[in-house]
């Protein structure tokens, strides 16, 4: 299988030559954040002006969230299956440290109470699920133990966010994405493919040919993932699913503001009295 990172090369693939860029090992830098004077610190500033490698991107990307102090993001995912198109809408609010509010939107469902929200201080998680007029408030999950140490191999080692997202959710990949560089993305053949803009903003796209090997149906050759990576920040800005010239999802940032202002009043959660609360 292909290995990422390193300086460009060329292959001759059925009838086009496909530049990529590859290394002899496999990228496992996601848990090696720089620390300065006790403070966590983005290893790279900023992209260089012509295309970075692909180790390059990754690292960058691992330190998405060191670069602002605030972000406002607003993904549209669109999935295709055998039901059909469905829609749905992930809205991020954040401030360092701890504080973040996401809420979850079903257009199809057509009714106000089409959201869930998720939010949380860094100590206490609170949720509302408006379908089913019930809400929860719990303790934030600990870190699990035994993650850091040093004398463990860099896949072993997970990385910690500075501001907690919702577990394995679209939010916590495209703004933390070190582990889907490093646990994903870096198991398939990775190529820089160009820059586009998003939204607006200038993104480096890269793709990443049959990524991880599945358990499912979804494990063809023919897969791959294809991402754009906003410049100036590293957050993910689009995410495409791919099986041969078919898209079966496609995530794209519709509002991607770093260092936005937010009001206190935007990490308050107000529930109805009569609402039921679930421990």
Same mark, same amino acid.
């Given at each position: ?7 460009? &090369? ?7 030559? %496909? ?88 257009? &199809? ?22 379908? !089913? ?10 870190? +699990? ?14 990385? !910690? ?42 993104? %480096? ?9 599945? $358990? ?6 023919? !897969? ?15 995410? $495409? ?29 107000? +529930?109805?009295?009569?609402?039921? &609360?679930?421990?």
């Amino acid at each position: 299988m292909g290995r990422v990172g390193g300086g460009p &090369q060329a292959r001759r693939d059925g009838h086009d030559t %496909i530049p990529r860029m590859s290394t002899t090992t496999r990228w496992a830098d996601a848990a090696l954040t720089l620390s300065v004077d006790g403070e966590r610190r983005a290893e790279i500033a900023q992209l260089p002006a012509r295309l970075p490698d692909v180790a390059t991107l990754f690292t960058f990307m691992r330190d998405a969230e060191l670069r602002f102090e605030t972000l406002r993001l607003r993904l549209e995912e669109r999935t295709w299956v055998t039901g059909g198109e469905t829609v749905t809408i992930h809205e991020l609010l954040l401030r360092h440290p701890g504080r973040a509010r996401v809420t979850t939107i079903h257009p &199809q469902a057509g009714t106000p109470a089409n959201h869930d929200v998720w939010l949380s201080d860094g100590e206490t998680v609170r949720t509302w699920h408006a379908g !089913h007029r019930f809400g929860t408030v719990r303790p934030a999950r600990s870190r +699990v133990a035994g993650l850091d140490g040093r004398d463990l191999p860099g896949m072993s080692r997970a990385y !910690h966010p500075r501001t907690r997202l919702p577990a394995n959710s679209l939010l916590d990949t495209f703004v933390h994405p070190a582990g889907y560089c490093q646990n994903v993305l870096a198991t398939g053949r990775c190529r820089i493919l160009g820059v586009e803009l998003v939204g607006g903003r200038e993104a %480096i796209v890269l793709e990443s040919l049959h990524p991880r090997t599945i $358990e499912m149906a979804g494990d063809r050759p023919d !897969h791959r993932l294809v991402l754009a990576v906003d410049r100036e920040t590293g957050v993910v800005a689009r995410l $495409e699913e791919r099986y041969g010239s078919v898209t079966s999802r496609r995530v794209a940032a519709t509002e991607l503001a770093p260092d936005a202002s937010i009001p206190d009043s935007a990490f308050t959660l107000s +529930v109805p009295a009569e609402a039921a &609360q679930i421990y």
